[in-house]
């Protein structure tokens, strides 16, 4: 998880203080996480693409299965759970 650093106040660390943010965001970007957090949606998305994971409310909208996990494949959304 990236966690910005403070500015340094001199302007000559600056160079290599954003080189360092950099390196930090990038690692935090390609790093393992020990969990997926989804936000909860309350409608289906605009676009949807194969692969694509939501969590449905099931209220407001309910993919098929009530609320719970869903991805979407062969052109609909299966419930995972």
Not at 18 to 36: D, K, R, S, V, W
Request: a negative charge; glycine letters at 12%.
């Amino acid at each position: 998880m990236y966690a910005p650093r403070n500015v340094p106040p001199s302007p000559a660390d600056i160079p290599g203080w954003l080189q360092q943010e950099l390196l930090n965001i990038q690692a935090a970007q390609l790093g393992p996480f020990p969990f997926l957090q989804l936000q909860e949606i309350h409608v289906e998305p605009n676009k949807t693409f194969v692969g694509m994971t939501v969590l449905a409310d099931g209220v407001d909208w309910n993919p098929g299965s009530g609320p719970g996990v869903y991805c979407y494949r062969g052109g609909s959304w299966k419930f995972l759970g």
